[in-house]
């Protein structure tokens, strides 16, 4: 069994990730460690030395090896939105949208660009309103949605436990 866990950068999917993968007693992957794993070269460099287009590229490679006892993965907050990958994630396991508004994630990212290839504070909001207006119908596709914006990460995790009956 997969669960994959997606949205958007700051969403809280490697935290909520963790703690799922601990309470199920799964394994615990993360797309981005993976693929900087495999590079040897962080995500900011991936980008800047190849582009976003070869980055998607490795996501889709990433996704298609993606082994069935994967547990519970923490996807890029842009995998599912490329190369047709949320129809892939859909089939092959169970995807659980973690959705917050652009002012929740304005406040989780407003100190975290630095680490963020696609992220500026300068146009932060700007930013987050693009790229969310642009994926959420992609995201939306997910079987299960938690709207995560007033919840701990604790209550998001017994939120998803209790969609997914564990
Ligand atoms: C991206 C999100 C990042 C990382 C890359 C691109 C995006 O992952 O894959 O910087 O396009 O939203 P997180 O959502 O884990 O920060």
């Known amino acids: 069994m997969i669960y994959f866990l997606i949205g958007f950068m700051g969403s809280g999917k490697s935290t909520v990730g963790r703690l799922l993968a601990a309470k199920l007693d799964m394994p615990f992957s993360d797309t981005d460690v993976l693929i900087e794993?495999?590079?040897?070269?962080?995500?900011?460099?991936?980008?800047?030395?190849y582009g976003e287009e070869h980055f998607r590229r490795l996501e889709a490679?990433?996704?298609?090896?993606?082994k069935k006892d994967a547990g519970i993965v923490s996807c890029g907050g842009g995998l599912p939105c490329y190369n047709n990958l949320m129809d892939e994630l859909l089939k092959k396991g169970t995807v659980i949208y973690l959705r917050a508004s652009e002012g929740t994630l304005f406040e989780r990212l407003k100190n975290a660009t630095a680490e963020r290839p696609l992220l500026e504070i300068a146009t932060l909001q700007e930013t987050i309103r693009k790229r969310l207006a642009g994926r959420s119908e992609c995201y939306e596709k997910a079987q299960i949605i938690i709207d995560t914006d007033d919840l701990s990460a604790e209550e998001v995790l017994k939120e998803i436990c209790k969609r997914i009956q564990a």
């Open 37 to 49: 794993q495999e590079t040897k070269l962080s995500v900011n460099s991936i980008f800047a030395q």
């Open 61 to 66: 490679e990433l996704v298609r090896d993606i």
